[in-house]
């Protein structure tokens, strides 16, 4: 198993320690490197790593405004010489976090956590389906995406997203308890979203048919969708037409 991975950090001295320490460790393959976000932005589109090893503290932009910018989000791990950021970055459930100057013990624990995601996820993934999608371009269900809000930032892979609800130019995501807005239109999600999966209710609102706990009718001809979080969203008329091909209904 070879996890492709890029070093985005502004100090040279760092990603040439980092790069030698990593040479103990047969299964990642440094594929590039960047010294702040806008390169780093350039190789993550251009090879599509498994791994990043991202600095926080960068000049201009920071670590987090790099991942807010992807649409896809890598399997990340943190380098930082700053320790406040310990939790805010676990609070984005990214896999690991190492202060600088990095110890080899704590990097072959986060080498480790890596491996055995990597192990859970080849034993999860459904290999046809998810590599026609990732050949189109779209978000499979297994992507992670990155959303923040505020001080509070999350990992979130698409299957744990329930729905998405247009206001204004943002989207509000729903997962688990949060509502975090994000700036994108529902239009340009739903580009980018597998349409097995996610169904789009009406004008306002993007719906995960894995979350669908009850169908009824409804004015007009319509539906009425309740989802495992308690949401209620209306399928508009023409919709309804698409929705009930789809579940054979």
């Not at 990642?28 to 010294?35: L, N, T, Y």
């Not at 498994?50 to 932009?61: E, N, S, T, V």
Request: hydrophobic share 40%.
């Amino acid at each position: 198993m070879s996890v492709r991975t890029i070093i985005i950090d502004d100090e040279r001295l760092a990603r040439n320690e980092l790069k030698k320490l990593l040479q103990d460790f047969g299964e990642i393959e440094i594929i590039d490197e960047a010294s702040n976000v806008q390169e780093g932005l350039e190789k993550i589109e251009q090879h599509n790593p498994d791994l990043i090893f991202l600095d926080i503290q960068m000049p201009g932009k920071t670590g987090f405004d790099l991942l807010e910018e992807l649409e896809r989000a890598p399997k990340v791990i943190f380098t930082t010489a700053y320790d406040e950021f310990a939790l805010k970055a676990f609070e984005v459930n990214a896999l690991d976090y190492l202060l600088k100057p990095v110890e080899p013990k704590r990097l072959s624990d986060a080498i480790q956590k890596i491996k055995q995601e990597e192990s859970h996820s080849s034993n999860h993934s459904n290999g046809s389906s998810n590599g026609t999608a990732a050949r189109e371009g779209l978000l499979t269900e297994e992507d992670q995406v990155f959303v923040k809000d505020g001080e509070r930032c999350w990992f979130v892979k698409l299957n744990e997203i329930r729905l998405f609800e247009s206001v204004g130019n943002y989207a509000k995501v729903f997962f688990g308890p949060n509502k975090p807005l994000i700036l994108k239109s529902l239009n340009s999600l739903e580009d980018r979203l597998d349409d097995k999966v996610f169904f789009r209710a009406n004008r306002k609102h993007i719906i995960n048919m894995r979350w669908i706990e009850k169908i009824e009718p409804y004015f007009n001809g319509g539906l009425l969708l309740e989802l495992k979080g308690g949401e209620k969203i209306e399928v508009s008329r023409r919709q309804t037409v698409k929705f009930k091909e789809m579940m054979s209904l």
